[in-house]
């Protein structure tokens, strides 16, 4: 005996002959989030916030050193801020 789903998605009211195809429809509406606290996802935006500026603040002091020299001499400068663009990837990912 067919039965009839109701649902937000894309196939809203879609009339499902039997429970196999109940199961698709609600597997194409969902699409992998889940509930969270704003007071949780605040707290880990700015962790990662103090996270990223620990991982900053180094370089700018270290740039900031010597300030009465015009140049700042820093071999192999593209192996090293590479490595770091992909460190402060890898922890916003994390």
């Given amino acids: 005996m067919a039965s009839y789903a109701y649902g937000a998605s894309r196939r809203s009211h879609a009339f499902v002959t039997d429970r196999r195809e109940q ?5 194409e509406d969902d ?3 889940t509930f969270a606290d704003s007071e949780e996802l605040k707290a880990q935006g700015e962790d ?3 996270g990223l500026r ?6 700018l002091n270290n740039l900031m050193k010597n300030p009465e020299k015009d140049t ?4 192999n400068r593209d192996k090293t801020i590479k490595a770091f663009i992909k460190k402060m990837d890898d922890y916003i990912a994390s």
């Fill in 72 to 75: 700042i001499l820093w071999p």
């Fill in 48 to 50: 990662k916030v103090q």
């Fill in 23 to 27: 199961k698709n429809i609600n597997e």
């Fill in 54 to 59: 620990k991982m900053i603040m180094p370089l």
């Fill in 31 to 33: 699409f992998g989030f």
